[in-house]
């Protein structure tokens, strides 16, 4: 068996079905490159796939980047399981795309479900290459001009308006600086996407207000069905998304329920680069 393939939605998320030794032994790597690039989040389902699997897998793609030493991160909100990403859990229910306060975030990361959440816990996925294709001339013109500031302790206080002296110290903005990213992404590809996340503090050269309305409407912009697909997890799925060209968000769910995802992040390949015009947008 080679692979077939199944879209789960018109505009992103496609289900490819495959056997495990073709999925591992890099057989059909590079058409999953070129699909993962064209639909943002590719799923399979039904292959056993173990630890060593996952791994092997990922590294048919690209570089795997280790995450506080380890290959394979635990993503729950059991701090016995995942002390680090536990206290992350209530930030991933907003709109964000992973490392946007780096200059290279990770070009994709790979999940195995464990364990689900029986009500709740989807993950929700944002196509921002057909966000920003769908606008017309003028608004994209608009956007290429605009220069953003993000800021990890920006989505952190949605989920937690009170944070305590421990959570400023983990996540606070002197633990991770913010980054200054155009608004738009001009890919080696020629393709462009919005880096549009709730991780966006400011937008440069507006007052805040201007800044917040702004961005608010892009928001709801990018939350049109025409651009999510929301993947219901069972277990043992396998899903990969594109971290540079969508978006992503987890729903609601009780954190005792046991939800636990295996997550492999692929290394970035390319830094976030815009227009150079985006540079002199005034401060």
């Not at 994209?140 to 990890?152: M, N, P, R």
């Not at 020629?190 to 892009?218: C, P, W, Y």
Request: net charge negative.
């Amino acid at each position: 068996m080679s692979y077939t393939t199944v879209d789960l939605t018109p505009r992103i998320g496609t289900e490819v079905k495959t056997d495990l030794e073709t999925l591992t032994n890099g057989a059909i790597a590079r058409d999953l490159r070129v699909l993962l690039e064209k639909r943002g989040v590719l799923l399979f389902r039904g292959l056993k796939i173990t630890d060593e699997d996952q791994i092997k897998f990922a590294s048919t793609l690209g570089t795997i980047r280790l995450e506080h030493g380890l290959q394979i991160t635990k993503i729950t909100p059991d701090e016995a399981k995942s002390p680090i990403f536990a206290d992350y859990t209530k930030g991933t229910y907003y709109f964000h795309i992973d490392g946007t306060y780096t200059d290279m975030p990770g070009l994709a990361s790979i999940l195995h479900a464990r364990s689900v959440a029986p009500a709740g816990g989807q993950t929700e996925f944002g196509n921002t290459y057909a966000m920003y294709e769908d606008m017309s001339a003028e608004e994209q013109e608009f956007l290429d001009g605009l220069a953003v500031i993000h800021s990890a302790e920006k989505i952190q206080r949605l989920a937690n308006p009170n944070p305590t002296p421990e959570q400023i110290a983990a996540w606070g903005e002197r633990v991770n600086p913010p980054e200054r990213h155009p608004m738009v992404w001009h890919h080696r590809s020629g393709r462009k996407s919005l880096i549009l996340a709730h991780t966006i503090k400011s937008i440069v050269g507006m007052n805040q207000g201007e800044s917040d309305e702004l961005l608010a409407k892009l928001m709801s912009w990018a939350e049109k069905p025409e651009y999510i697909y929301s993947h219901n997890w069972q277990v043992g799925d396998l899903l990969i998304w594109d971290n540079t060209g969508t978006m992503h968000r987890v729903v609601p769910f009780d954190l005792s329920c046991g939800r636990e995802l295996d997550r492999v992040t692929l290394l970035g390949e390319e830094p976030i680069t815009g227009p150079f015009r985006y540079h002199t947008v005034s401060t």
